[in-house]
């Protein structure tokens, strides 16, 4: 039986937590740092950090943050947003993250892919696919890049299938459909997913009740399990989760 993770996640702008509904009308929730240093403390297995205005703001992951937020924490750190070359991945690397997560830069140019995990190893790349429901693609979803601002005209599940095959370590789909509403995660887009790779899977977007993390295990085939307002706003302790998962049969790290 996989042991399952669950995977807190900070949304950054203007060094402040954030958190919106389909990536819009923003809400501030928090301090990074202290929020961090919390998750830690409260069991949480890995901790994502995504600077959501990078790509729209064409400019770089503000590295401070991740300094901040790696200087309070033990477990393994994911950071995202405005990373698009093999400098941007180890300037990340090198201020305290241990994963990069890529987005739009790789469906830019999918060599990023190939070149970073050639040159640091795929256990260091994440790669992250935003997607929304298109009845015009294969699989019923399409990529969206630029925040969740621009479709792609590419087919999600394709894509995560093709990033597997470039070397990517792990695969982070969120549904824009989702994002936010705490209306549970898009088990159907994480399944699609899950079922296209080999590689794990990372479930984001929408939870809101504990169930919605038992769904993403059972029904979604998720590895990781990431959530964003039900941490920040307390609405849920990491610890909650795990128990709870626990008393559900699903194996997690107690």
């Keep these: 039986m996989k042991t399952v993770k669950i995977m807190p996640c900070l949304d ?9 509904v389909h990536f819009v009308d923003l809400k501030d929730a928090g301090d990074p740092v202290e929020n961090a240093a919390l998750y830690q403390k409260e069991g949480a297995d890995e901790l994502a950090m995504l600077d959501i205005a990078a790509t729209l703001e064409n400019r770089k992951t503000r590295l401070e943050w991740v300094k901040g937020v790696s200087s309070v924490i033990d477990i393994p750190l994911t950071v995202g ?4 070359t093999l400098e941007d991945v180890e ?13 739009s830069a790789a469906v830019k140019n999918p060599e990023i892919v190939k070149e970073t995990v050639k040159e640091f190893g795929s256990q260091y790349l994440t790669i992250a696919i935003d997607g929304c429901r298109n009845k015009e693609m294969p699989s019923g979803f399409e990529v969206v890049v630029a925040g969740g601002t621009k ?7 394709h894509w995560a299938a093709e990033c597997e095959e470039l070397g990517a370590g792990v695969i982070l789909p969120t549904s824009m459909d989702g994002d936010g509403t705490q209306d549970g995660y898009d088990l159907e887009y994480t ?3 899950s079922d296209a790779v080999d590689l794990p899977v ?7 009740k504990l169930s919605d993390f038992y769904d993403a295990v059972e029904k979604g085939g998720a590895d990781i399990l990431l959530a964003a307002s039900v941490f920040h706003y307390r609405t849920f302790s990491v610890k909650q989760v795990k128990e709870y998962l ?3 049969g699903i194996k997690v790290l107690l």
Excluded: H
């Design 91 to 103: 300037l990340t690397l090198d201020a305290g993250a241990d994963k990069v997560s890529i987005n």
């Design 81 to 84: 947003g405005g990373i698009a």
């Design 246 to 248: 626990s008393n559900q």
């Design 151 to 157: 479709p792609a005209g590419i087919d999600a599940v």
């Design 12 to 20: 950054m702008k203007d060094g402040r937590v954030v958190k919106g």
């Design 191 to 193: 399944r699609a997913i």
């Design 202 to 208: 990372i479930a984001s977007g929408g939870a809101g």
